[in-house]
Antibody, heavy 127, light 106 residues
Framework: EVQMVESGGGLVQPGGSLRLSCAAS????????MNWVRQSPGRGLEWVSH???????FYADSVKGRFTISRQSSNNTLFLQMNSLRLEDTGVYYC?????????????????????WGRGTTVTVSS | IDLTQSPDTLSLSPGETTTLSCRAS???????LAWYRQKPGQAPRLLIY???NRATGIPDRVSGSGSWKDFTLTLSGLGPEDSAVYYC??????????FGQGTKVE
């Protein structure tokens, strides 16, 4: 069964740091594109960060320079290092696998979507 | 690329059919538009990818269509299990991924 489990959330003061983990089973975090997506209380979904299989990373402007996405093959885990946390970083953080192509028979089609999501870990930034 | 969903909320009766709208600020390739459903306390779940392809396990009463800047999600034969918030999402440009603000279906 393909599964991802986030951990590492908690209560932190503004300016503090947290490191989120996303432990994957049934899929390889190194062989897939991966996303972090967050949801502020009572609000919609917001993309946070993306890592390609080759290691290239992308960030939302709101977290650029403060957050770092990474992965570790040995324990098949995706990470999100969050520094200089702000009140507006409060929310539930989800990791998600990105599918970008599908092979059907001899034909490959290209899409981009997130097909497997973890249950999320809650980050609360408060003084 | 900004995505604007409408309406914000829908209140429907069992058995009804409804259409949710997702309008992009710029052109979105058909292969890059997806729909997700999120129930309270749960992670989002993929419903539709590539504008009109149903994800594994999604019944055929859920369908997607559209092109260019206008996309729709149609839910037919509604039941209580369809109560959720529905999000459209696209990949590409800057930021790399965007979501609509969601449509709440009651």
């Amino acid at each position: 069964e393909v599964q991802m489990v986030e951990s590492g959330g908690g209560l932190v003061q503004p300016g503090g740091s947290l490191r989120l983990s996303c432990a994957a089973s049934g899929l390889s975090v190194s062989d897939n594109f991966m996303n972090w997506v967050r949801q502020s209380p009572g609000r919609g979904l917001e993309w946070v960060s993306h890592i390609f299989t080759g290691g290239e990373t992308f960030y939302a402007d709101s977290v650029k320079g403060r957050f770092t996405i990474s992965r570790q093959s040995s324990n098949n885990t995706l990470f999100l290092q969050m520094n200089s946390l702000r009140l507006e970083d409060t929310g539930v953080y989800y990791c998600a696998r990105v599918v970008y192509s599908i092979l059907t028979g001899n034909s490959r089609s290209y899409y981009y979507y997130m097909d497997v999501w973890g249950r999320g870990t809650t980050v609360t930034v408060s003084s | 690329i900004d995505l604007t969903q409408s309406p914000d909320t829908l209140s429907l009766s069992p058995g009804e059919t409804t259409t949710l709208s997702c309008r992009a600020s710029e052109y979105v390739g058909n292969n890059l538009l997806a729909w997700y459903r999120q129930k309270p306390g749960q992670a989002p779940r993929l419903l539709i990818y590539g504008t009109s392809n149903r994800a594994t396990g999604i019944p055929d009463r859920v369908s997607g269509s559209g092109s260019w800047k206008d996309f729709t999600l149609t839910l037919s034969g509604l039941g209580p299990e369809d109560s959720a918030v529905y999000y459209c999402s696209q990949h590409g440009g800057s930021p790399l991924w965007t979501f609509g603000q969601g449509t709440k279906v009651e």
